[in-house]
């Protein structure tokens, strides 16, 4: 018996193994309630956690990470426990609804003319793959103050999406310091004023005057270049695959636009990195 053989026999094993616990409930198997990415990486969350906060964290089960002088978290069903350091902010609260990125996700590039100076410039979007929402009533009470946790809670249901299909987002918060710069570096996307908002944001800029190009013209109008309708709307896009090295937790929510997801999905040419991205 080969040894190729055999390795084939422990993949067929360890496939069967990941769909079977990833479809019912689980991100990944693991022992340990741990969950890994397609290539068997253990991923964690990193969390946003001040200095008089670390006692508390460490207390509910995080971990210091003293390369990257952050605290972490790798069990996911107790991702909920630490949602008030999820999102860095000048005072750690809990939002809402926020949704955290495993395995993948992807960059959706486009084109279209700038309003300004009328250059074909690249514009971007975000393609979420797989994810699970956390949604703070699950597990806390509203209050004037915000939400506030419910310590008798000690288990809550994700709502999760294997990734079928690909859904748009039109940003990400927070940012992953590495991918924030490799996307200003190639595509000129960046922070900047918005006129409409008026208010300071992460968005597309004309690559060639530097003008903001902002999501409602990219995202809503009709002939826009993320408004999908037909496959050859969708066959004008490329997809961009990033691999996640651990969990990443945003508060932007996907769309979920039809028929763009399915048409997005199915025909959209899938591209490959001419070098990989440090997220």
């Not at 927070?174 to 004023?193: M, Q, R, T």
């Not at 990219?218 to 309708?229: A, G, I």
């Not at 997809?239 to 990443?248: A, H, R």
Request: with cysteine.
């Amino acid at each position: 018996m080969g040894l190729s053989f055999l390795l084939r026999i422990f993949q067929i094993i360890n496939d069967f193994l990941f769909r079977y616990c990833y479809n019912n409930g689980s991100i990944c198997f693991s022992d340990k309630f741990t969950h890994c990415n397609m290539k068997g990486l253990i991923l964690v969350l990193y969390l946003h956690v001040p200095y008089a906060d670390k006692d508390e964290v460490k207390k509910l089960g995080a971990v210091w990470n003293p390369e990257r002088k952050q605290w972490s978290v790798r069990s996911w069903r107790d991702y909920f426990k630490f949602a008030k350091w999820f999102i860095k902010d000048d005072e750690p609260s809990i939002y809402e609804s926020t949704y955290i990125l495993t395995d993948y996700l992807y960059i959706i590039e486009g084109k279209q003319h700038c309003w300004k100076c009328k250059q074909e410039t690249k514009v971007i979007g975000f393609g979420f793959g797989p994810y699970f929402e956390i949604n703070a009533y699950d597990f806390c009470d509203e209050t004037e103050n915000g939400w506030l946790p419910d310590d008798t809670v000690t288990e809550v249901p994700y709502e999760i999406n294997r990734g079928e299909e690909v859904h748009i987002a039109e940003s990400l918060w927070p940012w992953p310091a590495g991918l924030l710069e490799y996307l200003k570096k190639v595509y000129n996307y960046h922070y900047g004023f918005s006129k409409t908002l008026q208010t300071n944001c992460y968005a597309n800029h004309c690559q060639s005057c530097d003008a903001l190009q902002g999501n409602f013209f990219l995202f809503n109008e009709v002939d826009s270049p993320f408004m999908v309708e037909s496959r050859a709307d969708a066959e004008k896009l490329k997809l961009y695959k990033i691999d996640l090295p651990y969990d990443i937790a945003t508060a932007y929510s996907p769309g979920y636009a039809y028929p763009a997801d399915e048409l997005i999905t199915k025909f959209t040419p899938r591209m490959t990195f001419d070098s990989p991205i440090l997220v």
